[in-house]
């Protein structure tokens, strides 16, 4: 017997429906998944950080060698995403814990000086950097707004950036200008966030296979990590020149 009208109408909204609940089911278990890994990521830094800030000859032995470690984190932040979206979960995986560790031995001098000063400023810092990094990414998740463009030209602004606070550590080396850095890499990170945010949710496609979504979602921890350690860098760079 022939479905009527109705009848059609109903079985193709239940279709659509179940299907829109099984996208949302999916992407939400791919965002968690993305959320997991740059949560142990910021962990494992935390703890290679830990141990260096320790120990007094890790912390030379990695002052002396900072720009080893420097051109190896702008390496991988250069190289890694092409590797984890063409090769294995395997080299995925490498390139995420390889950069976390990175991070978290040229991080334990830093942690060690300003422990020396006061530990309850590392604490401020990561809870304000928590705190303002979950606000940001949840904008980033939620909004309709289209961030591409804005991502775009932080993207840019990055590299102005970089040279500038290069500029002042070897040449100017001013206090206030280094605060005044701090505080525009800070309000650029904030809106990488969202945008980055929007970018990983919009890669989310149901017909991929476990294989690409686990890429993608390596992917994804790996921007979200790199833009909370720097978010943390600087609000504790802000927050150690005020104290002064």
């Known amino acids: 017997m022939a479905l009527g009208?109705?009848?059609?109408?109903?079985?193709?909204?239940?279709?659509?429906?179940?299907?829109?609940?099984q996208i949302d089911?999916?992407?939400?278990?791919?965002?968690?998944?993305?959320?997991?890994?740059?949560?142990?990521g910021i962990a494992f830094t935390g703890a290679i950080s830990m141990i260096v800030a320790m120990n007094p000859a890790l912390v030379q032995a990695v002052a002396?060698?900072?720009?080893?470690?420097?051109?190896?984190?702008?390496?991988?932040?250069?190289?890694?995403?092409?590797?984890?979206?063409?090769?294995s979960i395997g080299a995925a995986q490498a390139c995420f814990w390889v950069y976390a560790?990175?991070?978290?031995?040229?991080?334990?001098?830093?942690?060690?000086?300003?422990?020396a000063i006061d530990p309850m400023m590392i604490a401020r810092a990561f809870f304000i950097t928590s705190g303002a990094f979950a606000g940001l990414s949840l904008y980033g998740y939620t909004t309709k707004r289209n961030l591409g463009p804005i991502g775009a030209f932080l993207a840019?602004?990055?590299?102005?950036l970089l040279i500038a606070l290069l500029v002042n550590a070897f040449f100017i080396q001013s206090g206030m200008f280094q605060l005044v850095?701090?505080?525009?890499?800070?309000?650029?990170?904030?809106?990488?966030?969202a945008y980055e945010t929007q970018m990983i949710k919009n890669m989310y496609q149901e017909s991929d296979g476990a294989d690409i979504t686990m890429?993608?979602?390596?992917?994804?921890?790996?921007?979200?990590?790199?833009?909370?350690?720097?978010?943390?860098?600087?609000i504790l760079s802000i927050l150690g020149i005020m104290r002064e």
């Open 215 to 234: 890429r993608k979602a390596i992917f994804g921890a790996f921007m979200l990590y790199g833009s909370f350690v720097t978010l943390f860098i600087y």
């Open 101 to 115: 560790a990175l991070w978290g031995a040229l991080l334990g001098p830093m942690m060690a000086a300003y422990a």
């Open 25 to 40: 089911a999916g992407l939400r278990q791919y965002m968690l998944r993305v959320y997991n890994y740059m949560c142990l």
């Open 156 to 160: 840019m602004a990055t590299i102005g």
């Open 181 to 193: 850095l701090s505080v525009i890499v800070v309000l650029v990170f904030a809106g990488l966030t």
């Open 64 to 87: 002396s060698s900072f720009w080893l470690f420097f051109i190896g984190i702008l390496g991988l932040g250069f190289f890694a995403p092409k590797i984890m979206m063409s090769k």
């Open 5 to 21: 009208p109705d009848r059609n109408y109903m079985t193709g909204a239940q279709s659509r429906t179940q299907t829109a609940e």
